[in-house]
């Protein structure tokens, strides 16, 4: 099993910045995929943006050019820097690690943390 604990979420006014961070612990033998995700109210969960050692980073459109995903396979931590905030960024905002374990791959959630974007 694969735990992932996220934190760095909060209240911020609009124009500010956050960073997130998820910390995954327990059987990983290896990462294929790191990855952030968002679920605003009503919404359907999105992909914010995700990164791999095969092809690199990956970003929403929203997120270009403000967000910036990091992936530390040592201490096992993604990150995510949220700068330029906008209202709409409002959203549980999820981490994800795809493990590779005995030749297959599963996906592991974190509990979701809360960014509110707000004057």
């Known amino acids: 099993q694969v735990q992932l604990v996220e934190s760095g979420g909060g209240l911020v006014q609009p124009g500010g910045s956050l960073r997130l961070s998820c910390a995954a612990s327990g059987n990983i033998a290896s990462i294929n995929a790191m990855g952030w995700y968002r679920q605003a109210p009503g919404k359907q969960r999105e992909l914010v943006a995700s990164?791999?050692?095969?092809?690199?980073?990956s970003y929403a459109d929203s997120a270009k050019g403000r967000f910036t995903i990091t992936g530390d396979n040592v201490k096992n931590t993604v990150y995510l820097q949220m700068n330029s905030l906008r209202p709409e960024d409002t959203a549980i905002y999820y981490c994800n690690f795809q493990v590779g374990v005995g030749g297959f791959l599963y996906n592991y959630w974190g509990q979701g943390t809360q960014v509110t974007v707000s004057s």
């Open positions: 990164t791999t050692s095969t092809f690199g980073t």
